[in-house]
Structure formats: C-alpha cells, structure tokens
C-alpha cells in the first residue's frame, strides 16, 4: 500500500527564507509524486509533479521539487517566500500509470512573516 | 473552459437527513474522483468513477454512502442519514485520463455541516 509522510504541520518562515517542506512516500512500484497548495476555503492547485525522466521538477510560482529514490522523499523548495506563499501544502503520490488515485499526505500549513 | 464545478460550496443537514453533493467535471474529463477532508487531516480517496462505472471504491464507508455518474449530468456523492461525523469537506477531481497520466483538476468543494 501507499503511504504519503509529510514531516511537521506547520513551518514559519520569514519573507525572504528559503522555503523547505518535507515528504516521504512509500510505494511498492515507481511512484507519481505530486505538490498541491490549498488556499483558506479553495480547492487544491498542482503547483508540481513528478513522473518519470529529470529527478529535478520545477513548477508554478518558483517552487521545486527533487525526487530522490535512495531517500524515498520529495522535498518541495522554493529558495525566497513571500507573504503570497502562506497556505497549506499537500504531497500525494500515485501508482505510477496504473494508479487509480492520489495518497495525499497530512498537509503542512506554511506561514511567512515579515 | 470552466474548471470543476461543485455544488453547493455549504451544505446544513440535521442528523438523519441525506446530503446529496454534486461535481461537473471539466468539459472532456470523463474520469472523476471524490474526497473527503477532515479537519487536521489530509484529504482522503473515496471513490473513483468514470462514466457509468465506478473504478476504485476501496476508500468509501460500506453504509450510507454511494456515489455515481451517469452518462448525463453531474456526478452524485450521497449520504444517506447523515451523523455528525461526517461533518467535513468533499472535494471533487476531474481529469482526461487516469489520475497517473496527467494533472487531476479540484472544484473548490462543499462543506458539509451536520447539525
């Protein structure tokens, strides 16, 4: 079975930081990995995903992701926040093409100061 | 090209009663998912469906609960007499093709509020 970790529910950081979230997956199967960001009271927004090919993966509003399989993880990364950044962020992962469904992790809810 | 379309975005129930939800997908998206989200918690599979057919309900209560979507119109998700404990949000995904080839696209959901 699948399995999403998303390690600590909330990161603060301030403008200006680098922006570090953390996720491990669990697959029996080469994985499809995805970052989604959820705003107060909207839908999910894919901000990025991993399929196969370049392990590095860049998406929307300079985020980006690696995919490391000795490590099992998919960090998400954006190297300066700003104050639009805050919302809760969600790793999900996939079977591969075969997958009939998105295992979403718990969420980590980022905050930015100024 | 209108995104996912949920309906209503807040729903009240007094307990016992059924809360119907429901979800145009995309236009060209013949593959819909549902979910459920908890507070403090990720969102949760239930159901997958393409038209007519439902694929994957491994993650849907075996009671009270059902989901559809026919040749025409919306998908249904149904609760049947609704407990408090199914207070939550359900979020509808639609996408071209199994959730693994491509992006799945969210509606925006509809709180369910059981009282």
């Known amino acids: 079975a699948q399995s999403v970790t998303q390690l600590g529910s909330h990161v603060s950081v301030s403008e200006g930081a680098l922006v570090l979230l953390r996720c491990n997956y669990s697959s029996s199967v080469p994985p499809y990995l995805f970052w989604y960001v959820q705003y107060p009271n909207q839908g999910l927004q894919l901000l990025l995903k991993y399929t196969t090919g370049a392990t590095l993966v860049k998406g929307i509003n300079g985020f980006e992701a690696e995919f490391k399989k000795s490590e099992t993880s998919f960090h998400l990364t954006k190297p300066s926040a700003h104050m639009s950044d805050a919302a809760e962020y969600f790793c999900?992962?996939?079977?591969?093409?075969?997958?009939?469904?998105?295992?979403f992790g718990k969420g980590t809810t980022l905050s930015v100061s100024s | 090209n209108a995104g996912v379309m949920q309906n209503p975005r807040h729903l009240v129930r007094r307990r016992g009663q059924e809360a119907r939800l429901r979800c145009s997908p995309m236009k060209g998206h013949s593959h819909v998912y549902w979910y459920r989200q908890l507070p403090e918690e990720g969102l949760k599979f239930m159901v997958y469906l393409q038209k007519e057919n439902i694929i994957d309900e491994s993650g849907m209560p075996k009671e009270r609960f059902s989901a559809e979507f026919p040749k025409e119109g919306p998908s249904i998700l149904r609760i049947q007499q609704v407990v408090r404990g199914d207070s939550a949000a359900y979020f509808c995904?639609?996408?071209?093709?199994?959730?693994?080839?491509?992006?799945?696209?969210f509606g925006q959901g509809t709180r369910l509020t059981v009282v």
């Open positions: 999900a992962v996939s079977e591969g093409q075969a997958g009939t469904a998105l295992i």
């Open positions: 995904a639609s996408s071209p093709d199994r959730v693994g080839f491509g992006e799945a696209f």
